[in-house]
Nanobody, 120 residues
Framework: QVQLVESGGGLVQAGGSLKLSCAVT?????MGWFRQGPGKDREFVAT????????YYADSVKGRFTISRDNGKKMVYLQMNNLKPEDTSLYYC????????????????WGQGTQVTVSS
């Protein structure tokens, strides 16, 4: 059984930075971050494989966000820089048995989410 707990969300001004963390219990998996804004579908943000050697990003965050992991601490991170109001969403950490994944249905385990709000 895998359990995921996100933290690090908050309110930040446009242009600012936040670092989200995801504490992982259970087996190591490919990991991803997704987000869901009000009235919107859940969308892919970033994914990383078990070793951290492979990452992939949504075009909307490429160059601004960085996904990383520390397997010794069983943590996954999302560093978010140059935040924009359109980044405002509930951010979810998720685990997949695949090496990486970009689709919601590819992930078996989900955290409860952490809110990120970017003011203009």
């Amino acid at each position: 059984q895998v359990q995921l707990v996100e933290s690090g969300g908050g309110l930040v001004q446009a242009g600012g930075s936040l670092k989200l963390s995801c504490a992982v219990t259970g087996r190591d998996h490919g990991m991803g971050w997704f987000r869901q804004g009000p009235g919107k579908d859940r969308e892919f943000v970033a994914t990383i494989n078990w070793t951290g050697s492979l990452t992939y990003y949504a075009d909307s965050v490429k160059g601004r966000f960085t996904i990383s992991r520390d397997n010794g601490k069983k943590m996954v991170y999302l560093q978010m820089n140059n935040l924009k109001p359109e980044d405002t969403s509930l951010y979810y950490c998720a685990a997949t048995i695949l090496e990486i994944g970009t689709r919601v249905y590819e992930y078996e385990y989900w955290g409860q989410g952490t809110q990120v709000t970017v003011s203009s």
